[in-house]
């Protein structure tokens, strides 16, 4: 089953829990940001659902990345999960993306999952030179534990990451229950990564509601959020969380990392997205620039 997937969604309460007091710690470094950095974007440009709604209709599969990095200013960059780019594709990536736009890459599945940071020093390098290469276009890497990760890997965990570059931006996803289960574990992990400079991902999806931490490490967020093809409780839940960034960015929260996940198959990712900068505009006072979607023609319509 896909990770935090839920048959009945009636069942989930999907109240977001109050901040984890370590919150506070950060808080009492930083001054509010005048304007602070939000990057909101999707975990896909491959969508050919996408033709005629943000990208033009006569787009070519070919063109798909060009016209996305012009909708969204960042993405969830899955593909590095599964290979680590070559030097074509970090050419490419950057010669398509928009000014401003930053790709927000996936430590791969070799390192993470099948040696659990275990002797993947090689792996690491050529994973770390190889995006490294987007430079300008490069943003925070997400390093997603699997499920089987749990505590008693932190020494392994602490040691990767301290041997990682200070220029890497690096987040880390943690998914295994043990971490959650006794404050004082989730306690120690936060001190952890609070001397090491690194972040934490925050996932807000259905069936694991343990992930959805509420703690910050600095005063930078990557949220995931998984939602459910246009369920009603995408757009609470948005709101709820548009309400909780209001509350962080007048304490200090600097940056924002969003990546919206529209369902299944991320057909309804665009609609969302849209919403949520909506809401984040009028909420937040923010200026971020909607994604423009075209009417869809109804047929018959024009008759």
Request: aromatic content about 10%; glycine content about 4%.
């Given at each position: 089953m896909e990770f935090g997937k839920v048959a009945n969604l009636d069942a989930v309460d999907f109240t977001?829990?109050?901040?984890?007091?370590?919150?506070?710690?950060?808080?009492?470094?930083?001054?509010?940001?005048?304007?602070?950095?939000?990057?909101?974007?999707?975990?896909?440009?491959?969508?050919?659902?996408?033709?005629?709604?943000?990208?033009p209709t006569n787009?070519?599969?070919k063109d798909f990345l060009h016209h996305y990095t012009r909708q969204f200013n960042t993405i969830e960059l899955n593909l590095t999960h599964y290979q680590i780019p070559t030097e074509n594709?970090?050419?490419?990536?950057?010669?398509?993306?928009?000014?401003?736009?930053?790709?927000?890459?996936?430590?791969?599945?070799?390192i993470s999952h099948d040696r659990?940071?275990?002797?993947?020093?090689?792996?690491?390098?050529?994973?770390?030179?190889?995006?490294?290469?987007?430079?300008?276009f490069l943003g925070t890497s997400f390093l997603q534990l699997p499920p089987t990760f749990g505590p008693d890997r932190l020494p392994i965990l602490e040691n990767y990451?301290?041997?990682?570059?200070?220029?890497?931006?690096?987040?880390?996803?943690?998914?295994?229950?043990?971490?959650?289960?006794?404050?004082?574990?989730?306690?120690?992990?936060?001190?952890?990564?609070?001397?090491?400079r690194?972040?934490?991902?925050?996932?807000?999806?259905?069936?694991?509601?343990?992930?959805?931490?509420?703690?910050?490490?600095?005063?930078?967020?990557?949220?995931?959020?998984?939602?459910?093809?246009?369920?009603?409780?995408?757009?609470?839940?948005?709101?709820?969380?548009?309400?909780?960034?209001k509350t962080w960015f007048d304490k200090g929260l600097q940056t924002a990392y969003l990546f919206i996940h529209g369902g299944a198959e991320n057909d309804t990712t665009p609609e969302l997205i849209r919403y949520w900068i909506r809401q984040l505009n009028a909420v937040c006072g923010l200026n971020l620039r909607e994604p423009a979607l075209r009417p869809e023609v109804v047929q018959g319509s024009l008759f």
């Open positions: 977001l829990p109050p901040d984890h007091p370590f919150n506070q710690r950060i808080w009492d470094m930083v001054e509010p940001a005048a304007h602070p950095e939000v990057l909101i974007g999707g975990p896909i440009w491959a969508n050919k659902s996408y033709v005629g709604k943000i990208y787009a070519k599969d594709m970090i050419r490419r990536w950057k010669t398509e993306a928009a000014d401003g736009f930053v790709y927000c890459p996936k430590f791969p599945q070799a659990a940071l275990v002797a993947t020093e090689s792996l690491t390098e050529e994973f770390i030179n190889a995006v490294l290469g987007l430079e300008e990451l301290k041997n990682l570059p200070d220029d890497l931006e690096v987040a880390v996803e943690f998914r295994h229950e043990n971490w959650f289960r006794k404050p004082e574990i989730w306690q120690k992990t936060l001190d952890r990564l609070f001397a090491l690194r972040d934490l991902v925050i996932t807000d999806v259905a069936g694991r509601r343990d992930v959805l931490h509420m703690s910050l490490s600095s005063p930078k967020l990557v949220l995931r959020f998984i939602a459910n093809d246009g369920h009603p409780t995408d757009y609470q839940r948005a709101d709820a969380w548009v309400q909780r960034l």
